[in-house]
């Protein structure tokens, strides 16, 4: 990880990218992602009785950590400086707090120089398919709802980039694509839509309103 990227026009976008040089503990994300592992943080920040009744939207809102913090810096990293990121869940790292929220995300391995131009499919498949499958599958929640965090994050990202003067090309490409490379539908394709007063509304819901103290997100599309 460069230390241009701390310091650079783009810094605000990496804060939640840690180095390998980060002096504090990591899981694997792949092992954060074990049900016991989930199980227990869940527990821990949200208590047993939300834990019972609502683990679908704990897991959504958790999920949304990881997102906030991964997708900006994957952009960042090739649109801006020409880096491909690593990819494969065991080989990026959760930092939590005492919780169990993850206050960003180390990367375990360097990665390498990459194309800037590139398409964004690999981190579709290598990190976020495997990512958002894993945690519905573990919390009883629709892909759907994840994918709609993981492009809310995203599509925030891009906009910002756009601000800053960044090629976003590739990032435009996979959020206006309907089908992804391999032929399935893309769960991507335009996650926000905003509408004729300018309101910025998500296309699926995070099931935030479901629990009273959380209530609707900003962007919320049930929200009128």
């Known amino acids: 990880m460069s230390s241009e990227w701390a310091t650079g ?3 605000g976008l990496m804060q939640g990218l840690l180095p390998m040089t980060d002096p504090r503990p990591a899981i694997p994300l792949d092992q954060a992602l074990a049900t ?4 227990a943080a869940l ?3 949200y ?11 704990l897991v959504s809102q958790w999920s949304k950590y990881f997102f906030m913090h991964w997708l900006p810096a994957v952009l960042v990293a090739q649109l801006a400086y020409g880096w491909y990121l690593p990819l494969q869940l065991d080989q990026l790292g959760l930092v939590l707090d005492e919780r169990g929220l993850p206050l960003g995300v180390k990367l375990l391995e360097e990665g390498e120089p990459g ?3 590139e398409s964004l499919e690999p981190v579709v498949q290598a990190s976020l398919r495997p990512f958002v499958e894993r945690l ?3 919390g009883e929640v629709p892909t759907a709802v994840l994918w709609g965090n993981a492009g809310d994050y995203l599509e925030q990202a891009v906009v910002r980039l756009q601000a800053l003067g960044v090629a976003v090309g590739p990032a435009l490409a996979l959020l206006q694509a309907r089908k992804a490379a391999d032929g399935r539908n893309n769960p991507l394709y335009e ?3 905003y509408l004729p007063d300018g309101k910025r509304q998500r296309r699926s819901c995070c099931l935030a309103y479901k629990v009273e103290w959380v209530g609707p997100c900003e962007h919320c599309p049930l929200v009128a």
Do not use: T
């Not at 208590?47 to 939207?57: D, R, T």
């Open 136 to 138: 519905s599958a573990y």
């Open 191 to 193: 996650p926000v839509r």
């Open 9 to 11: 026009p783009c810094a």
């Open 47 to 57: 208590g047993p009785e939300l834990f019972a009744e609502q683990k679908p939207v």
């Open 36 to 39: 016991a592992h989930l199980d």
């Open 115 to 117: 194309d800037a131009d």
């Open 43 to 45: 527990l821990r920040i």
